[in-house]
């Protein structure tokens, strides 16, 4: 009987020094995978960082750098142009981690990448039909930077992120007056009347407020409302 317990303790001892040596193995492994992400991070070479970053998240899940690991995965997925991939990986990390010290982080490149993601909508000028351009990204992106401000107000990337909501804010006004142009040259006056006076109501702060004014006076003079014109004559003189 005691024979039989020795063997079982033994037993439980091997197996206990295994698991332990495993456990440091799986450690060292993970070690070696992140300082070989942050290596390629270095060199820029970003999609090398990507399957480093991204071998710890899906083998390591609970290790010590699995955090820092998909907080990286933002930035490397960012740099290699992958920017619904970086999305995503913010999202994640702001549902995993919702009291990180780098949540402001996450939040930030989540705008930004967001912005970048309507990124066609700066090159699509010529687009045939511009009273359907979609601005839902540009605008998404609005909504998430608005967000990350009234969030982190002492946050170190504030700043960026004011600049690029004033870009964003003049990006949106100016996709909308190019609707309005579209169909002021196609008749439809008083669609192109509603499209400048939504900027002129909900984005008065943006650099495009002169031509929605000017959009909306001459929308009045086809129309045929001299009084309106008048008004509006008046607005652009103090504006």
């Known amino acids: 009987m005691f024979k039989k317990i020795l063997i079982a303790i033994l037993s439980i001892l091997l197996i206990l020094g295994c698991s332990s040596n495993d456990g440091k193995e799986k450690e060292a492994a993970e070690v070696t995978l992140y300082k070989l992400a942050q290596d390629r991070i270095n060199a820029r070479n970003y999609l090398g960082a990507v399957e480093s970053l991204s071998r710890i998240e899906r083998f390591y899940p609970f290790g010590v750098y699995a955090e820092q690991a998909r907080a990286d995965l933002i930035y490397a997925y960012y740099m290699s142009g992958d920017f619904d991939a970086s999305y995503a990986a913010s999202e994640k990390f702001i549902r995993l981690y919702p ?8 939040y930030y490149m989540k705008g930004m990448t967001g912005y970048y993601q309507d990124s066609s909508v700066l090159g699509n000028i010529f687009t045939l039909d511009l ?25 170190e990337y504030i700043e960026p992120a004011r600049e690029r909501l004033i870009f964003l804010r003049n ?35 943006s650099t495009e407020k002169d031509r929605a004014l000017d959009i909306m006076r001459r929308a009045f003079e086809l129309l045929d409302y001299p009084e309106y014109v008048q008004e509006t004559e008046y607005l652009q003189s103090i504006n």
Request: aromatic fraction near 12%; glycine fraction near 6%; charged fraction near 25%.
């Open 99 to 106: 009291r990180n010290t780098n949540v402001d982080y996450a």
């Open 131 to 155: 009273a359907k351009r979609d601005v839902s990204g540009a605008m998404r992106s609005y909504a998430d930077i608005t967000e990350f401000i009234i969030r982190f107000p002492e946050s």
């Open 171 to 205: 990006l949106i006004a100016s996709a909308e007056l190019d609707g309005a142009e579209y169909y002021l040259k196609r008749g439809a006056y008083l669609a192109a009347l509603n499209r400048a006076n939504y900027v002129v109501k909900n984005i008065p702060g």
